[in-house]
Structures are given as structure tokens and as C-alpha cells.
């Protein structure tokens, strides 16, 4: 390795510390932070020495639970983006495309409205079963006819199937008034309301989905020079492809299961990403899983500050946050290549 290949290595490894030195003062900040304003003492406090005071049960059953999902969300939903626009080899991909986020909220809707269910915590298996779900019925399609599950067939696949999804969310929410006012809650994408349980909940599925992703990292590299070059390197693209969806179908299920379908961390953050690291995935996903957290626990911390003493959910923030950050990248021209 020269000499400029190893500072360039040396540098993205400071950029990474100080991330997580970023990261960690910002997840202080959300137990620190909110709606109902605590002294830096009261909060050490209650996270040391808990007791039955109002401010020590804020602390630890709210804000605690509430930092937790969306450390956990906002890793999941950031390197599911950098697998998805890598493994397709399309910048304007997020884990929506294969219709997972489409699948989870049909199965929510479905435990709403048929089996009457109302509590975050039952929502959650449900809306992992159905991205699950939908996401080995795009491959299926996808693979279907002796053809090859081409990240064009899994798009198109994806997108179609999260067409009719969407129009029958849409048929049985007009006809159950109720099913209504509890779907749109989980709709909007929140971190509020989240208690330890639902964190327990999709902490096995978020480890194993970035675990996966990390080990995945050099053959996204190797399958980025196309299909006849990686398979004359040895790579066998049909494995790294369905690894890939297993892990995106692993992270993005239960991010979208414990906090919603959250738009634009997904999309935006692995194309920042890439104007530091470059297309290596070995560094642009290690960056995602700190920098998607640092977004969605800093958007949610904007939402409990600016609208005190109510608060505004988080995906309203990421939706207001994001399209002119978006829009900023696209017309300077600084989208990274895949």
C-alpha cells in the first residue's frame, strides 16, 4: 500500500472516531433533552440512582427507550440504503424499493383492522412478518421464468408489488374509521411512545442484518465493476445477491417495525457518505451505521425543541430536513458514484 493509500485509510479511520465521539454526545443530548426541560443533574441523576419521581420515570422509561430504537432504526435504516443503491447500482434507491416498507404496513394495517390489536408492541411482529413476507414474493417474481434476480427485475418486481400493497392499505382504511386513527400514528414514523421492549424486540435482527452487511462489504465492491467482470473474478453474484436482500429485508423490517417507515435516512445518508469515503463499501458502510443514527436522533431532538412543549414526529422532521439537502447534492452535482 503507498504511502497516500494509507493516509487516506489513516484519515477516513479519524473521520470514523470522531463520528462515534458525535454520535455518542448527540444520544446524551436525547436522554438529556425534551419536551419538559431537567437540569444536567436531575437527569445524571435519575440514570444512576432511579426512583419513582416524575423526572427519574421521564428519563428512564421514555427517553432512555426512545434513544435506544433510534440509535438502533436510524443504523439499520442507513446501511439498508448503502446495500440497496449499492446492490442495485442505483443512487436513487432506499430500502422502499423491494416494497418492504409497503409489505410492513399492509401487515399493520391487517393487525389493526382484523385481528384488533393496539399496542406498539404487537404491531411489531406483525409489520416484520410482512416485509419479510413481501420481500421473498419480489425475489420470487423477480427470479421467476428461469431468469436471474437482476437488481432491474427486483426493482420493477418491488415497485409493483408495493403499488398494489398501497392501494389495498388505502381500501380497507376507508371502510375502518378506527383502523384509521391507529395506522396513521405508526404511518408518520416516531420514535415517541417506544418503550425498552420494543428495542428488545429487533435488537437479534438489526445485529444480524449489519453483521451481514459489514462481511458483504467487498463483494458490493467487486460486484460494482458489472456482472462479467465479477464473475470473472470468482465472485458468485447470485449469493451476494440474496445475501444482500436478506439483510436489507433484516434491517429494514424491523427499523420500519419499531419506528415506522422514516423516509429520506435511507436515500441521503450513503450519498454523504460517499463524498468522504469514495465508492468503497467497506468504509460507506461502517459510515452509514454511525451517521444515519446521528441524522434521526438529531432530527428527533429538533422535533422536542421546536415545538415545545407538543413535539413534532420525526418523520416529519427527516421529510423537512432532507428534500432540500437532497435537492442541494443533486444540483451541485455532488452525488458520489456507486
Known sequence: MSDGHR??????????????????????????????????????????????????????????????????AGAALGVS???????????????????????????????VAFFGLDQLTSYVWFSFAGAL?????????????GGRATPVRLALAGTAIGVVLTSIIQAVLLIDPIAFDRYRFW?????????????????????????MALVLAPSLN????????????GLRLGHVRVLSAVAVTLLCGAATAAAGPIVFVGLAVPHMVRLLTGPDQRWVIPYSMITAPILLLGADL?????????????????????????????????????
Open 133 to 145: 413476507a413481501v420481500s421473498l414474493l419480489v425475489y420470487g417474481i423477480g427470479s421467476a421464468g
Open 187 to 211: 404511518a408518520i414514523g416516531a420514535l415517541a411512545g417506544r418503550d425498552m421492549k420494543v428495542a428488545q424486540q429487533v435488537l437479534p435482527f438489526i445485529l444480524i442484518g449489519l453483521a
Open 81 to 111: 440504503g448503502a446495500l440497496m443503491q449499492s446492490m442495485t447500482r442505483n443512487p436513487l434507491a432506499d430500502p422502499g424499493l423491494l416494497g418492504v416498507n409497503a409489505g410492513a404496513a399492509t401487515a399493520v394495517v391487517f393487525a
Open 302 to 338: 429538533a422535533g422536542r425543541i421546536i415545538a415545545r412543549p407538543s413535539e413534532l414526529e420525526v418523520g416529519i422532521v427527516t421529510s423537512c430536513l432532507g428534500a432540500p439537502v437532497l435537492m442541494w447534492l443533486v444540483r451541485g452535482r455532488r452525488l458520489a458514484k456507486l
Open 222 to 233: 467487486v460486484l460494482a465493476l458489472g456482472d462479467d467482470s465479477a464473475r470473472a473474478l
Open 7 to 72: 493516509g487516506r485509510a489513516a484519515l477516513r479511520g479519524a473521520a470514523l472516531v470522531a463520528a462515534c465521539g458525535v454520535l455518542f454526545l448527540v444520544c446524551l443530548l436525547s436522554v438529556g433533552l425534551g419536551s419538559l426541560q431537567m437540569s444536567p443533574a436531575t437527569v445524571i441523576s435519575a440514570l444512576l440512582s432511579p426512583d419513582d419521581s416524575y423526572s427519574a420515570l421521564i428519563v428512564t422509561s421514555m427517553r432512555v427507550p426512545r434513544t435506544l430504537v433510534g440509535l438502533l
